[in-house]
């Protein structure tokens, strides 16, 4: 549905520079510009008073878009003002401006345990010094090695050390951003903790619905576990009707999004419709008294909102909890919404509440799916013209996943760098299934305590859960199942939305115009990505990047690629620092190898610890290589350290010639100091890799 003029849709209009002040006060969000953001708001709004005041003496309904212009602009300052005061550091009370020896924390998330190691995110009420306490602001990430901590929960006040430190950066290429991430979850330090390093010394401090409502999950899980025994139908229950998914496994979530079908397993619109649909039926009775409408809307609202609450408050079911309760509110009161207007009013209000939520992926996706849903679907669906109840049915639901996929791909491509090939098959498989698990989960929450009934139900959510698990499973194992190494550029992105609103405006409108805007950014976007693949095949470069605790080496020979590391190619480490950078790298062929083997490539030679990759030279030394001297010194361009040697560089000056060290992360902090030291005292260059950005060179 797509508005024929702007006054079909005012709150769309009005939330546009809302929206574009808010992403500005995320990008700037220093407390110095609240002051002048909020001198300009407030000049605005007088200037705005004063033409409503004086409207006929001064003409303004000659120039009416003035008016229109001020109140855009006070709508962006005041986006920007919300992102400012909502950024805890700009408090003057963060506990990070008052370092102390102790903090008093109270548990504001659910614990998770996951890998062995227990996190949540908790609030610091106070920083205790030895002379004294001071009331703070400000959230704190923390992570507790300790079976004990499992016992922790929402709302319980600790005693901790004031050993919190900032939360690190990515320091390779392409890899995920977790610093940026947190920060906009307003989260910017952490904590990590042994047994014995903390205390609680308070219980069930928190907000009293949610720790209700955290509890009620936890015996929901539990009523899982009891019944169902597979751990992967557990995982997929307790996530796609509770919204708990700290027990998903890692290739459950591959799966899942290799096939396109990821939003399942986020409590979004459906799950929330759903629910609505169900009460609406169980109440419905209500319509026959005079006020049974209203009282109706009353039960459900609240109960949707609980819902919500129970499944984690996620940005994606918020905004489900929000359209649906205006659309509930709309109907009892025999009132039309424009659905844009009811999308853009619901984002309003949770902007409103927490303007970071625009940061967050998946509040990104669920109204893009969402607006593509209301604009793009009927475009799509008038594409055939197809005479059969059924068949016309089937169309029906293709035109919806094909209007959601159109709309999201450009930003799944951007975040998640795949597209999905099978989804249209995919999406259409999982109706069925997805709405089976619902209503049987539902159920067997609501009746577990009946014996054989809840047995019954209890078997058939977890058979449909492997179905739909062992289906998608196959099909993302199928040939060209998905299009992966997709790394868009800023420009990229912006340029293929450019394409698809241009193109589905001239299927709509039929105007020449658009069709040649969408030509012109198609070349733009064809030649960006041309030059990307250029350089892929002509650069030849070297990449010691940081790994912490381990080693690697990237040497990238146009789309081919040698890794020499530690770490085996499956390994979680790997597939976080190591595989992002040779995906963003375009590279295709791919080999690994330990630090102890010799290579033989037509570009690469390692023989012991000498590497020679085109015109560069890259010398190993670690703990293993023996203090004698050489006959001859050899020429290096890199002398790479690492795994602590315990050589000294006037050994390495009798033994090498060379450019540069790399000290690499796997060195301990002593060790690194002491090279560094040595090498500053030569005046030699050097590169410390531990807690810097990793370090690349170019060899042609």
Not at 24 to 37: D, E, F, Q, R, S
Not at 310 to 329: D, Q, T, W, Y
Request: hydrophobic share 45%.
């Amino acid at each position: 549905m797509i508005a024929k003029h702007k006054g079909e849709i005012p709150v769309v209009i009005l939330l546009l520079p809302f929206l574009v002040g808010i992403a500005i006060g995320v990008n700037y969000p220093a407390n110095t510009y609240l002051c002048y953001v909020g001198w300009g708001f407030t000049g605005l709004f007088a200037i705005f008073l004063l033409l409503n005041f004086f409207y006929k003496p001064l003409n303004v309904y000659k120039k009416r878009w003035i008016g229109g212009a001020i109140v855009h602009i006070l709508l962006l300052t005041a986006g920007w003002i919300a992102a400012i005061n909502n950024n805890e550091l700009n408090n003057p009370q963060h506990f990070s401006k008052h370092p102390a020896q102790r903090l008093l924390v109270h548990i504001n998330s659910e614990p998770q345990l996951k890998n062995g190691i227990v996190r949540f995110t908790a609030t610091v009420l106070a920083t205790d010094s030895a002379h004294q306490s001071l009331a703070t602001t400000g959230t704190l990430l923390i992570a507790i090695k300790d079976s004990s901590a499992l016992n922790l929960n929402y709302g319980d006040e600790l005693l901790l050390p004031g050993r919190f430190t900032p939360i690190d950066p990515p320091f390779n290429p392409a890899e995920f951003n977790y610093k940026r991430y947190l920060a906009h979850q307003n989260i910017y330090y952490q904590e990590f903790l042994y047994p014995g390093q903390y205390r609680r010394i308070n219980t069930n401090t928190g907000n009293a619905f949610i720790a209700d409502a955290l509890k009620l999950r936890q015996q929901m899980i539990a009523k899982f576990k009891q019944q169902l025994h597979d751990p992967n139908a557990i995982a997929v229950a307790s996530t796609l009707i509770l919204g708990y998914k700290a027990e998903l496994s890692d290739d459950l979530l591959q799966a899942y999004s290799k096939t396109g079908t990821i939003h399942v397993l986020s409590v979004s619109g459906a799950h929330v419709a759903l629910v609505w649909v169900i009460l609406a039926f169980l109440l419905q009775f209500l319509n026959r008294f005079k006020y049974g409408r209203l009282i109706r809307a009353c039960i459900i609202i609240p109960f949707i909102w609980y819902y919500a609450m129970l499944s984690g408050f996620s940005p994606a079911v918020c905004r489900a909890a929000a359209m649906i309760s205006m659309v509930i509110v709309g109907k009892t009161y025999s009132r039309y919404v424009n659905n844009l207007n009811i999308l853009a009013i619901s984002a309003f209000v949770l902007l409103l509440y927490n303007p970071l939520y625009i940061t967050d992926v998946g509040f990104q996706l669920s109204y893009l799916a969402v607006a593509g849903l209301i604009i793009l679907q009927p475009v799509v669906y008038k594409w055939l013209s197809i005479k059969g109840k059924w068949a016309d049915k089937l169309w029906q639901y293709c035109s919806v996943s094909i209007a959601a996929q159109f709309i999201t791909f450009p930003l799944s491509a951007f975040y998640f760098h795949q597209f999905p090939v099978y989804f249209l098959f995919s999406n259409l498989f999982i109706i069925i299934p997805s709405a089976i698990i619902m209503m049987s989960g539902l159920a067997f929450l609501a009746f577990s305590w009946v014996p054989y009934l809840s047995s019954a139900l209890a078997f058939i959510l977890e058979k449909t859960i492997l179905i739909m698990n062992y289906v998608l499973g196959w099909i993302e194992h199928a040939p060209f199942a998905s299009i992966n190494k997709i790394w868009l550029t800023t420009t990229e992105y912006f340029l293929l939305y450019a394409i698809i609103i241009t193109a589905f405006y001239f299927l709509y409108s039929k105007k020449i115009w658009l069709l040649r805007l969408t030509l012109g950014c198609t070349l733009l976007l064809a030649v960006s990505i041309s030059i990307k693949r250029y350089r892929t095949y002509t650069t030849h470069s070297i990449a010691f990047l940081n790994l912490r605790k381990n080693m690697a080496i990237v040497f990238k020979n146009g789309d081919k690629a040698v890794v020499i590391s530690n770490l085996k190619d499956t390994d979680r480490n790997y597939k976080y620092s190591v595989q992002p950078y040779l995906d963003s790298c375009k590279v295709s062929h791919v080999e690994v190898y330990n630090a102890d083997q010799d290579i033989s490539l037509a570009y690469l030679h390692k023989n012991k610890n000498l590497i020679r990759f085109n015109d560069q030279t890259v010398a190993f030394i670690d703990k293993s290589l023996p203090d004698t001297a050489a006959l001859y010194k050899t020429k290096a361009n890199y002398l790479y350290l690492t795994q602590n040697p315990k050589i000294t560089l006037d050994y390495v000056d009798k033994n090498y010639e060379y450019h540069t060290i790399i000290i690499d992360a796997s060195n301990t902090p002593a060790t690194v100091q002491r090279i560094a030291n040595e090498a500053a005292a030569k005046h030699a260059n050097y590169v410390i890799l531990k807690r810097n950005n990793c370090y690349i060179v170019t060899s042609n």
